[in-house]
């Protein structure tokens, strides 16, 4: 097999055929040494056969080695190419979507929830806004994380065997201009993030190659938001931002409890904007309800473990969407994986999806044994400093 190189992950999207599965399928040789499991590498064997232990990809932009999809949970991915089939939705205004339910299915879609929340590194991010003169402090209800770069620019990474553990690969990039792959960005390019960008690991990057295949759409982003109870959540808002183009393309993977997810035509007069947000207005006070858009009606689809659903064309500048809150449907532990595709255009994209998904605050990870989220460093020191 061939080495694999984080660069070809944004090669243009395979089409539909058998030959293609090779492209999705983008693994380190499994080596011959394993380590005593902690929590996220015990759920990572639990999910893979004996004789195939699970490998990691290090890179400096990550918080600790992010663990490859183990191999089983990879294979039933590439097969989903071949049998996958979305149903369209388009019978409001503006409205084109594409609807897989599921695309991933069971027990698969649970065994990929369960690895997927134990072995990447999550965010609370903070941040502060200026609401009517005043400044207010904003803290982000859910967990997220993002990997990713901009169309202008693009990682050129070089993957080397770790001195340390044979089964995790190092690597280390460069960025450098995708007009010129020869040149480096100059370091001002992106001052603004809060963090370096850093490229999309192995196990999000061969689900954003079988998006990418399945809707004929490209993507360099990948965004995930984890609800650890029905009381996180989203409020109306649209992923208009002009860092995103006229017309983006958004694929959104459920994987975990089922949440309801609302869409509702923006009112009369409302245009698009910088990631547009309203509030969910009640309709049970007097002149309190909102103008409803002619000839729409609010939709809701109960997105369960393993569903997916593609936004395009005109339904980002003309439709709004949300999860709302949802007391007493999910259990401690139980929570809500969403993992979103996206394309931004300009650095712009890039400095937004850091300062809002990476911030400058710690790092969380998933912890088995307590069934919540904890400090990374916290966690860290109970296991005697090991970072997998």
Request: aromatic share 8%.
């Amino acid at each position: 097999m061939s080495k694999r190189t984080l660069h070809s992950f944004f090669s243009p999207p395979a089409k539909r055929s058998k030959n293609s599965l090779d492209t999705l399928s983008r693994r380190v040789s499994p080596p011959q040494v394993s380590k005593e499991p902690t929590s996220a590498t015990a759920i990572a064997l639990e999910n893979a056969p004996s004789d195939q232990p699970i490998n990691y990809t290090a890179h400096p932009g990550y918080a600790f080695p992010i663990a490859d999809l183990p191999p089983n949970i990879a294979e039933k991915v590439e097969e989903l190419l071949l049998t996958a089939s979305g149903k369209a939705i388009n019978n409001q205004p503006h409205l084109d979507l594409l609807y897989f339910e599921p695309l991933i299915p069971q027990p698969t879609a649970d065994q990929l929830f369960r690895f997927l929340r134990s072995s990447l590194p999550f965010y609370r991010v903070k941040y502060t806004i200026t609401r009517f003169g005043k400044s207010v402090d904003i803290n982000t209800p859910r967990f997220t994380t993002v990997y990713g770069l901009d169309a202008t620019s693009q990682f050129i990474s070089t993957p080397t065997p770790s001195p340390s553990d044979p089964k995790t690969t190092q690597l280390t990039s460069r960025i450098v201009e995708t007009t010129n792959p020869t040149k480096d960005v100059p370091p001002t390019k992106y001052k603004s993030c809060t963090v370096p960008p850093r490229p999309i690991p192995p196990c999000l990057a061969m689900l954003k190659n079988l998006t990418e295949a399945l809707t004929n759409d490209t993507y360099n982003f990948v965004l995930v938001n984890y609800y650890s109870t029905g009381q996180d959540s989203i409020s109306y808002h649209s992923d208009d931002e002009r860092f995103l183009g006229p017309t983006p393309a958004i694929a959104s993977f459920s994987l975990g409890a089922r949440r309801d997810f609302l869409m509702k035509h923006k009112p009369p007069g409302a245009g698009p904007g910088n990631g547009s947000k309203t509030q969910p207005t009640s309709t049970s006070e007097p002149g309190s309800a909102e103008k409803v858009y002619p000839g729409t009606t609010q939709l809701k689809l109960p997105l369960g473990p393993g569903d997916m659903i593609l936004m395009r064309g005109e339904t980002q500048r003309n439709w709004l969407h949300s999860i709302p809150k949802r007391s007493g449907k999910n259990d401690k532990g139980k929570g809500r994986l969403n993992i979103t595709m996206r394309k931004a255009m300009v650095p712009g994209g890039t400095e937004n999806y850091y300062q809002y998904n990476v911030g400058t605050g710690p790092v969380y990870r998933w912890d088995e044994a307590w069934s919540e989220m904890r400090l990374w460093e916290e966690m860290k020191l109970e296991r005697g400093g090991s970072s997998v």
